[in-house]
């Protein structure tokens, strides 16, 4: 049986930014357009009419803005999946303690937006408990807030993470960036044939590893090719002999 589509509200005050939105959608057949708005107080009547499970926002619009929106919401029904969309990057925080999904810039990149949509349809499989017996997609890149810009990494450059609260340092070309998202979450959607976890708090990028070095008492330590010592606990060192293929 096919997941259900996924129900989508546009909305910005520019025609233009609806329409490249709309034309970035075009490659995923799966989302429904239910309708488009104008500003916030439009939306906000046409999500409690017609109850979209995506909203695309804009943050700054005639009124209020996308912030306020959300904040105004009604919160005795579930809120739909919110992805912004908007040309000012110093928002991104906001955004992501706002639960947002993800955070575009305009103008709108394809690659980038369809980055956005795994995350969309990762979070809505867990909403659904749909079950997809195609091959699941894994993030290629992830977007980190630096300052008043926002940094794309390929997921493939990352060497470690290390988990900190409800944010994580990822660890790529000898430079470590805050990211806000819990370990949990960015680990399920990482490729586990690249990236392992070696403790509760440690994640690394197999391609990295150099050395293993046994500690006392069943602990081991984690050597990476740029010489980072890293602990492997008891916990996980069945799972890193299986995908290191040590005997």
């Not at 609260?165 to 490729?191: C, F, P, Q, W």
């Not at 070696?198 to 602990?219: K, T």
Request: proline letters at 3%.
């Amino acid at each position: 049986m096919n997941a259900p589509s996924i129900r989508a509200l546009l909305v910005d005050d520019e025609i233009l930014a609806r329409l490249a939105i709309r034309q970035a959608l075009a490659a995923h057949a799966d989302i429904t357009i239910v309708g488009e708005c104008g500003n916030a107080a439009e939306a906000k009547q046409a999500i409690d009419a017609l109850t979209p499970d995506l909203v695309f926002l804009d943050i700054k619009m005639p009124g209020m803005d996308g912030f306020r929106l959300l904040h105004g919401m009604r919160r005795d029904t579930a809120l739909p999946m919110v992805v912004f969309a908007t040309a000012y990057g110093q928002h991104a925080l906001q955004a992501f303690d706002a639960n947002a999904i993800d955070y575009l810039l305009k103008p709108i990149d394809q690659a980038r937006f369809d980055q956005a949509m795994v995350r969309v349809r990762q979070h809505w499989a867990g909403l659904t408990n749909a079950v997809s017996v195609a091959k699941p997609s894994y993030l290629q890149r992830l977007s980190v807030v630096c300052g008043e810009h926002v940094r794309v990494i390929a997921t493939a450059d990352i060497d470690w993470i290390r988990a900190d609260g409800n944010y994580v340092h990822i660890h790529a070309h000898g430079k470590a960036y805050l990211h806000r998202e819990a370990l949990t979450g960015l680990l399920a959607s990482l490729d586990p044939a690249r990236f392992l976890r070696i403790h509760r708090g440690i994640v690394v990028n197999v391609d990295r590893i150099a050395e293993v070095h046994p500690l006392f008492q069943g602990s081991a330590e984690v050597v990476l090719h740029d010489g980072t010592r890293l602990n492997l606990s008891r916990r996980f060192r069945a799972s890193a002999r299986h995908a290191l293929g040590m005997s």
